[in-house]
């Protein structure tokens, strides 16, 4: 299959079907011609990945019927006419009906060409946003851990081989890699799902009392220790104990931990008493707990005791054909949270998409998900954007329109996308403005205010 969008040129003037297939094709596309309408409809479907020119006058179905039924079959079809002189108030109307621009003839190729990328390319996010939302429901069944990269395949295929067993298990993975998701998804896809799912960050508390939040401790084990407490490793037993960044555990603690996990068994603090225990251990961390670096810090003998079975979750930089996929997961998501529409995908937003590093992975997309369906994203407009701003060519009245496209762009910025101010500034009717944007492609919600 080739790389060129391809274009349904239909007209039954066979001499400039031919001259304006060559422009075409000399400008990237890929034209197949059509003598009428009926041709260009047969074989048509909603899965068409191009876009349709035509000429309004013709024999049997115009160009504005042709339309109608395009229309009928996708409406997200661009379909771009090519008018004769004094069809123009016709083609005004037809694009008040939905069709995506016209071309007076006869036209300047520059202009023709220009118009034809911009459909294209409105096509293929139109593609390109359908096969997510399909992906995404199929993603659905993959919850909570999505990802169709052989990266989470994989991932899943161990976690299903691993979850039923009792071993131990080290997850691995930068911040915001899904660890968390992992370790109780190993509890509840095991046998041990009836007993409880008990976290613990490391991290997180000073040595005392992690140890006591751990082992539990007798009353008067130590000064503060005034009533019994059950820890959470007693807790846990019959489930699974989560030991979150269990890098920061101290070195002290880190070896009762390895006793535990040898031994199977727990002395609370202040007592002598040994209890036997029932559970499994999932340690997440963040770094390489195997590094020559970590051995001032972290005990070799539990490593090697925990790195039994090590799952580590790629950064999501490296598994990139996962990000659109999660990211209309999280944008439906947020929709329904919010109550707002899901976002349509724009150029800015598959631009960010695919040059981000991510460096808070599926946390840091979650949370860019949320932005963009409440309007508070922003695409930053680089300087080369800004001075290629394409004014310069074309006729008088192709340059007049990006002129005014760029005049309310330029208003909605500096009203921070408030409709009334900018209304106010340029001068104009609401209703007008409203079909200037829809005529412009502008959306109006890119443009409010930044949080
Ligand atoms: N593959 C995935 N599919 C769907 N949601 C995911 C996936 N991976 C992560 N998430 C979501 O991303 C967020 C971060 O995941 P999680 O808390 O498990 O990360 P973590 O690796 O524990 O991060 P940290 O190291 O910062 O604690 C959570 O809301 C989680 O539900
Ligand atoms: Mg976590």
């Not at 807790?235 to 535990?260: K, N, Y």
């Not at 799952?311 to 209309?328: A, C, K, M, Q, T």
Request: aromatic content about 6%; charged content about 30%.
């Amino acid at each position: 299959m080739s790389d060129l969008t391809p274009i349904l040129l239909v007209d039954d003037d066979r001499d400039l079907l031919k001259a304006t297939a060559q422009t075409l094709e000399l400008a990237g596309f890929e034209p197949k011609l059509c003598r009428h309408g009926a041709e260009a409809l047969d074989g048509l479907t909603d899965a068409f990945e191009g876009i349709v020119i035509s000429d309004v006058r013709m024999p049997g179905m115009d160009g504005l019927e042709l339309f109608d039924r395009i229309r009928r079959l996708d409406a997200e079809l661009p379909v771009i006419l090519m008018t004769g002189h004094g069809d123009i108030p016709m083609a005004v109307q037809a694009i008040q009906n939905g069709a995506y621009d016209f071309i007076a003839k006869p036209f300047a190729t520059e202009r023709m060409i220009q118009c034809v990328r911009r459909a294209a390319e409105k096509r293929r996010l139109v593609i390109e946003n359908r096969r997510l939302k399909d992906a995404a429901r199929q993603a659905e069944h993959g919850l909570p851990l999505i990802g169709r990269t052989p990266a989470m395949e994989r991932l899943r295929d161990m976690l299903r081989q691993i979850a039923d067993t009792d071993v131990d298990v080290l997850v691995t993975g930068e911040t915001g890699t899904g660890k968390e998701v992992v370790a109780s998804l190993l509890h509840d896809w095991g046998r041990r799902s009836k007993g409880h799912f008990v976290a613990l960050n490391c991290g997180a508390l000073p040595e005392q009392i992690l140890e006591s939040e751990l082992f539990g401790h007798e009353p008067g084990a130590f000064t503060g220790a005034q009533k019994k407490r059950v820890g959470r490793i007693e807790h846990a037993s019959g489930g699974t104990l989560f030991l979150d960044e269990i890098e920061s555990m101290p070195l002290s603690t880190q070896v009762q931990m390895l006793r535990v996990l040898e031994m199977r068994e727990v002395m609370p603090l202040g007592t002598n008493e040994i209890r036997p225990i029932d559970l499994r251990v999932v340690a997440a961390a963040k770094v390489d707990l195997g590094a020559p670096s970590q051995r001032a810090t972290f005990r070799e003998d539990l490593y090697y005791r925990l790195n039994v079975v090590t799952l580590s979750i790629p950064p999501l930089r490296e598994r990139r054909d996962d990000v659109g996929l999660l990211f209309n997961h999280f944008a439906e998501r947020a929709a329904r949270r919010f109550n707002r529409e899901a976002p349509a995908l724009t150029a800015p937003i598959e631009r960010h998409l695919r040059d981000h590093d991510w460096p808070g992975n599926v946390r840091e997309l979650a949370h860019f998900a949320e932005r963009v369906v409440l309007g508070v994203w922003h695409a930053p407009i680089s300087e080369a954007e800004v001075h290629h701003m394409p004014l310069g060519d074309g006729s008088l009245p192709d340059r007049l329109e990006r002129f005014e496209a760029e005049i309310i762009r330029e208003t909605l910025k500096s009203c921070g996308g408030d409709v009334q101010q900018t209304i106010a500034a340029l001068g104009i009717p609401r209703k007008t403005f409203y079909d200037k944007l829809q005529r412009h492609g502008i959306v109006r919600s890119e443009f409010a205010a930044r949080d």
